[in-house]
């Protein structure tokens, strides 16, 4: 499974961007996907993830009710959706696919696959 995010840039605080990771190499449906983030100098850390059919969906309390985890089988996207970004959202966005679809879990090491990482900043 290749994976491709992107969506990244420079944002005011207050402000919104969208990310998208792009799959392929495998049925994207039958897979699961979270997003982490790595701040500088930080560990990296769970955002958000999503079952194969989107039902079943868990986020991070630092970004519950801001960010919003979507996925389109149909193009072999997930999307993070961020509103009210924080400076302390700044950080490198990654995308990962785990092989158990039903879960929609937090571990890094449930996650087979990773993508390249997007970086977002955030200026107050």
Not at 20 to 26: L, N, Q, V, Y
Not at 59 to 76: E, L, W
Request: overall charge positive.
């Amino acid at each position: 499974v290749q994976l491709q995010a992107s969506g990244g840039g420079l944002e005011q605080a207050g402000g919104s961007l969208r990310l998208s990771c792009a799959a392929s190499g495998r049925t994207f449906s039958s897979l699961a996907v979270g997003w982490f983030r790595q701040a500088p100098g930080k560990e990296r850390e769970f955002v958000a993830a999503i079952n194969w059919s989107g039902v079943n969906i868990y986020y991070a309390d630092s970004v519950k009710g801001r960010f919003t985890i979507s996925r389109d089988n149909a193009k072999n996207t997930v999307y993070l959706q961020m509103h009210s970004l924080k400076p302390e959202d700044t950080a490198v966005y990654y995308c990962a696919a785990d092989v158990f679809g039903y879960r929609r879990t937090s571990k890094e090491s449930d996650y087979a696959y990773w993508g390249q990482g997007t970086l977002v900043t955030v200026s107050s």
